[in-house]
């Protein structure tokens, strides 16, 4: 569930942002991003960090990331860069060259490869010691009608931390399902993991003249727009059939 722990109705007139205290039902699936269904979780890859808001306006889908960029900015080549990171559909076996290429022809996504390659997002100790971000830009609307355009991060309150590729091929092979049984242990045993739900928030006539405002392969400097807590993220209860509640 999310808990608002501080006041941003003057950003957005959204009632699940609506008073301090408010409380929101929410699913969260954590997942890889490029591996497939039985290959290990310690294989290094982005880690999908998909959440449903249940609010009572309706659903609300933030789709975020373990990494504040994205590896494209025009969607006309996204099922490209899909291709890159998948198997070779000559060989069906994992290819580097042909990734490579495409980080190679497609220099506005090197930001997003670098930092995959870091232990941090490549291959992080566990889902609760990964952060998550929304990427994308999104707009707040308040009650006057007044639009802001805004960044979300999610903040693990136990730290972003990540295992070297040595410890990745370790317990690949000892437990391949490592992150996901850490993450329902933790929440078995009532060790619930939490984030701080924040934000960066942009008057929207800055956004026509800053120069990343809507490039999702770069990010907003912090010191020009700070974050900004609006909650905090809670995991508490395991899903009872994953089939019906995850995959479906």
């Known amino acids: 569930m999310s808990i608002i722990t501080n006041d941003i109705t003057k950003y957005s007139a959204a009632k699940l942002f609506s008073k301090i205290g408010k409380e929101t039902q929410l699913f969260v699936r954590m997942s890889g ?23 009572e306006e309706g659903n609300w889908d933030l789709l975020s990331i373990n990494l504040p960029v994205f590896g494209l900015r025009d969607a006309k080549v996204g099922p490209d860069s899909v291709h890159s990171l998948k198997r070779d559909p000559r060989t069906s076996m ?25 232990d941090r997002i490549g291959t992080p100790l566990t889902f609760r010691h990964m952060h998550g971000y929304g990427c994308n830009t999104f707009s707040f609307v308040n009650s006057e009608k007044k639009r802001f355009w805004c960044k ?10 990540g295992m070297s590729q040595e410890e990745a091929k370790l317990i690949a092979g000892e437990d391949p399902n490592w992150l996901t049984r850490d993450l329902h242990r933790a929440i078995e045993n009532g060790n619930y993991p939490k984030w701080r739900f924040c934000c ?33 993220l809670e995991l508490n209860k395991n899903v009872v059939d994953h089939f019906s509640e995850v995959e479906q």
């Open 152 to 161: 979300f991060h999610l903040i693990s309150e136990l730290g972003a931390k």
């Open 200 to 232: 960066q928030v942009m008057p929207e006539e800055d956004g026509y003249k800053y120069p990343f405002t809507f490039d999702c392969t770069k990010v907003w400097k912090h010191s020009d727009y700070p974050l900004i807590d609006i909650g905090i």
């Open 33 to 55: 991003t490029f591996t497939e269904r039985g290959d290990a979780d310690t294989t290094r890859d982005i880690r999908g960090f998909a959440i449903k808001f249940y609010t």
């Open 94 to 118: 994992w290819n580097p060259t042909q990734t490579w290429d495409y980080v190679a022809t497609h220099p506005e996504g090197l930001h997003f490869a670098i930092m995959m390659y870091t």
